[in-house]
């Protein structure tokens, strides 16, 4: 009786959960190049993302009215330490505070804020100049999924590889892979396996400033809760994708600091948010 009323809550949550986990952004590969620091350089940043979204895109990747707009505001921060020559350590915490009311009568709050998931991993070059970079990095479920702070599912695991090149005053990126997470242990959710891809090309109006072009894809198969697939007939952990393009500039203040900024659009998706986001970052070197 216990795991039929699980089920059935679940079923009843689905759209806030799939809103609220999908978005425009994510604190490991948005923004992240196969540049590699040198051994003993020290590095961080901290981003500020406000999204906001009006709609979503259905399973049928139809767009669908929300009553209220649903917003998030995220502050992820990360450093980067080069443990030796071609190989650097990181660290990703993020800040997270969102409102959705589409689940406020059950809930009792349409807010929540905390601390979200914590990415920890590294980076090596494999190959020299960004030609190719390997990333490995361990999800540490620290934000509480009950309320939705942290990534969908318990402790996950994500590889992948990237690839940079620069030709005179044009710069490429790409990265592709592949994220896996474990049920978690609260809700009882185990997503299915994702795959992203994320690219961006940028051109150098000046040595400090240039324009940035990028677009980013994720996919996320069909999870189980408790160990189920579906209920009657329908996914108790949807499949989830969007396709988000994203416009910005970097602008160096100097040697040590530089500071970006991106407007982020989902152009296309399934069971998640047509989000609109603005995104702000402070990189700074120290070392």
Known sequence: MKKVLL?????????????????????LFT??????KEAGGLCGSA?????????CFDADS??????????????????????MDKLIVFAVLPFVSFCNKVMAPIRGTDRE??????????????MPEGMLTVRGALDLPLGDDEKFLGNKGGFGIDVA???????????????????WAAEDGDTKIAPGIGI????????????????????EFMTVGKGKLDGEESLLGADLV??????????????????????RGDVMYTLAGKNTDKNLGILLRLGYMVK
């Open 113 to 126: 804020a905390g601390i979200g998931d914590m990415w920890v991993g590294a980076k090596y070059a494999v």
């Open 196 to 215: 992203y891809f994320a690219a961006e090309g940028d051109y150098a109006f000046s040595e400090a400033f240039k324009g940035i072009v990028g677009i």
């Open 47 to 55: 981003s500020i993302l406000y999204t906001t979204a009006g709609e």
């Open 31 to 36: 923004n992240d190049t196969a540049a590699v």
């Open 161 to 179: 590889a990237m690839t940079a090149k620069q030709v005179e005053k044009i710069g490429m990126n790409a990265q592709v892979g592949l994220r």
């Open 62 to 83: 139809e767009a669908q009215d929300y009553k209220d707009n649903a917003t998030q505001l995220r502050i992820p921060i990360r450093v980067n330490y080069g443990m």
């Open 7 to 27: 089920l059935g809550t679940v079923a009843l949550m689905g759209a806030f959960m799939v809103s609220t986990t999908a978005m425009a952004y994510d604190d």
């Open 238 to 259: 949807p499949a989830v994708n969007y396709l988000d393009l994203n416009v910005g500039a970097c602008y160096k203040l100097g040697d040590k600091m530089d500071i």
